[in-house]
DNA sequence: TTGTAGGCGTTATCAC
DNA sequence: GTGATAACGCCTACAA
């Protein structure tokens, strides 16, 4: 493990003039850089992370923060942020919640102790004001998640928009008995609060009521997020005396789940229950009924929210700090 | 950000007497060890880690190398991993190869400046031999990989008797015609080799000539590994005049990737063509015809490896350095 | 049992 | 343009 002073030894100079070489710092002359570049290869020296970060200095990582990698939305997403951060080099981590407040706040621990420059937060556990308190110690971007905050950096799909182009799609079809599916505990919906959930639900809400229909408490499915909850909520339809006609999955995963559970159950999709799905991930053309569902554009989200931390970070100004992608439905075969 | 001298300043004792507490050392009473324990829930305080890798004391800290995030297979081995290390009391962090020697080495320099206790590698880009050289510097993990080197920590899955096992099953239900598909770029396989797609297919072959079979060349399809890999194979075998009657998928995705574009191309799964998959993900039971397939105990292996390296770390003994993992045939619809 | 002092590799400040 | 030197926060001899 060659040090700076061992390169500062070898090239015959002293160990600031190497570290100014390396931060490629003004006031050297070029002599001197030939010299040290020799002396560092022939070492094959690179800088000692932790002592740089005990100065304070840049780590040249940034963290990503995701509920479940297991997800393969999230696992999508983080590729694509991991890929273009690689082309700035950035070096990336990847944190898992597990949807733990305490998991989270580990990840902004990182920035407080200089272990990375940036996180970005593709799930949000804990207050937004308890947050925002780490912007202090580096830049907090925000994707997939809803943050009112005109600071921060921010890139996230129009979910209320493409529920309501989903909801609206299926209305037109001629389906009036939507089951609705959401990954959270309970539908705690109310005006004032912007998140990925209640977004949806707006939109969602707007496309019934412009057909003066009201949403159904029976059909209303809280806390699925996997393939087996999306069995598991297939089978509950089943034994309903009042079925749905149609069921807005809420992710492709569910869509899977209801789909293969409606088969064994020998439930005719879409003739007896109409499934739309979300997210249009590679899963969704491999069920027994291909997907129709609601296209988000994982790759781009990504690729724009990592693009502007490193612009951020590179202290280049930022024209927009918010960009907000549109949704739009995919028409395959889960629909009739 | 509090450090070790205000504690000790606040607690009234010296550095050296919080250190001794911190990393419970013995040689200090117990009435001052309550009073720096308050000072250090008072003040919020955790020593920073940049100082002790600098020091170089342990991290707390496991990286785990995957190829891809993305493939299911490693998200669901990473997730067990991390959850059992958690356990542990270590942290993780998941660093992609993208199947390149130069991130694998990442991981390892992560060792060498005292980043991370131990690597646990799921992929292996570069030779063995180089990267023995870097245990000095830290523990060195293997799973799902194989290395002839009875001292380092693996744990895999039988792949031979797994694949061994599986064709056996094609064979014995009456099968002759086999397609073999492999992820990697080419079947360069020798008996001396021992890797996991040697090692398939060695089982492979082993099943094969107990029915005096010749692998055809014909129906080998290499560098397959997504669902869209999967179409193309179908698309291949559909055009062939003379078509195998069953294909050994490698893994789940791409026996779906089959089995959706056989149903496009109307080609009746398993009448016409029988599908054995491999790994037994969660997406094997929403594919049209739910798969039959070889049993991956992801989440065993995961566990085995992360407990093996904390249990090293924390200098137990080991009785076994090394876990092999049974498979076995999960018998649904694809295979008549 | 406790405290003091030195050093880990780097960068920034200050002289020259 | 260049080079000493003092931090950064922690741990560990060594001394008391």
């Known amino acids: 493990m060659a040090t700076i002073s061992d390169v500062a030894k070898l090239a015959g100079v002293s160990v600031s003039t190497v570290s100014r070489i390396i931060n490629n710092k003004p006031h050297v002359s070029p002599r001197k850089a030939a010299l040290v570049a020799d002396a560092m290869t022939k070492l094959g020296y690179s800088p000692l992370q932790a002592a740089r970060q005990m100065r304070g200095s840049g780590s040249q990582t940034i963290a990503v923060t995701v509920p479940y990698i ?3 939305f999230f696992s999508e ?3 694509a942020i991991e890929r273009t951060a690689d082309e700035r080099s950035y070096k990336t981590v990847i944190v898992q919640t597990f949807g733990q407040k305490s998991h989270e706040l580990n990840a902004l621990e990182f920035l407080k102790t200089n272990q990375v420059d940036a996180v970005i937060m593709c799930a949000i556990e804990n207050d937004w004001d308890l947050i925002k308190q780490y912007s202090q110690y580096g830049l907090i971007g925000v994707c997939n998640e809803y943050v009112a905050d005109p600071d921060v950096l921010m890139v996230h799909a129009d979910q ?4 309501y182009a989903g909801t609206k799609y299926l209305l037109n079809r001629g389906y009036r008995k939507l089951a609705f599916c959401t990954g959270q505990q309970d539908i705690r919906f109310n005006d004032n609060i912007e998140d990925l959930n209640s977004d949806r639900y707006r939109g969602y809400l707007r496309a019934l009521r412009e057909f003066d229909l009201e949403p159904s408490v029976e059909w209303q499915f809280t806390d699925v997020s996997t393939i087996a909850d999306g069995q598991r909520v297939l089978q509950r339809i089943a034994s309903m005396k009042d079925r749905p006609d149609a069921v807005i999955a809420g992710s492709d995963q569910v869509a899977a789940g209801i789909i293969a559970e409606a088969q064994t159950l020998q439930l005719k999709v879409p ?3 109409a499934v739309l799905g979300f997210d249009d991930q590679p899963l969704s053309q491999v069920v027994a009924q291909p997907l129709t569902t609601i296209h988000q554009p994982i790759h781009e989200i990504g690729d724009a929210i990592a693009n502007m931390v490193a612009d951020e970070l590179e202290g ?4 927009t700090r918010q960009v907000i ?3 739009s439905v995919v028409v ?3 629909v009739a």
């Open 332 to 334: 395959r075969q889960s």
């Open 325 to 327: 992608m549109p949704l």
């Open 316 to 319: 280049d100004t930022i024209d």
């Open 160 to 163: 209320e928009s493409g529920m």
């Open 271 to 273: 003739q007896e229950l």
């Open 70 to 72: 297991t997800n393969p």
């Open 77 to 79: 997403l983080v590729a």
